[in-house]
């Protein structure tokens, strides 16, 4: 069986539009894809969540999710795993427009990634997927405020 970058390696090198696209707007975000395994600052190896959220929003919203990743944790080998790209692209697609973009760096900035991973994994199987980890970071985001609380979409 090949991996998922193996394959999405292949269509790079075939030149294939949406995959050279996706490296591209990856780099405007300040992240990078090289198709290697190796965690680094900076790089997502989880090139197949990338790509699910790329092919799932539009090339703004994707540079933007990547840009809150980013700046939240600053390039953060953990920060680019699948669980946390997959939580925040959760969390943007249902608060997209209700959130601020600068608390969720200020507020989720206070987080070790390690503990939002780990509280979305405590909650095992009684939610699907990818929203297992935005629930915490939701509960970071609120955590604290006075005003302006997201109220659950869950």
């Known amino acids: ?3 998922a970058i193996y394959k999405l390696k292949a269509q790079y090198t075939a ?3 949406d995959v050279i696209d996706l490296v591209n707007l990856t780099a405007q975000s300040g992240l990078f894809i090289d198709f290697c395994r190796g965690r680094t600052n900076n790089r997502i190896v989880c090139v197949a969540k990338a790509y699910q959220i790329y092919k799932s929003t539009t090339a703004g919203e994707y540079v933007e999710i990547l840009r809150m990743i980013k700046e939240t944790w600053g390039g953060n080998p953990e920060s680019l795993s699948t669980e946390i790209l ?3 692209f959760q969390f943007y697609r ?3 427009g209700d959130f601020k973009y600068n608390t ?3 507020q989720l900035s206070k987080v070790n990634v390690n503990e939002i991973i ?3 994994k405590a909650i ?3 939610w699907k997927g990818d929203v297992r980890f935005t629930i915490p970071i939701f509960n970071h985001y609120n955590k604290g405020l006075r005003g302006n609380k997201l109220e659950p979409k869950f």
């Open 1 to 3: 069986m090949v991996g």
């Open 15 to 17: 030149k294939d539009v």
């Open 86 to 88: 997959g939580g925040v």
């Open 94 to 96: 249902k608060y997209k």
């Open 104 to 106: 969720f760096v200020r």
């Open 118 to 120: 780990r509280d979305g």
């Open 124 to 126: 095992g199987n009684s």
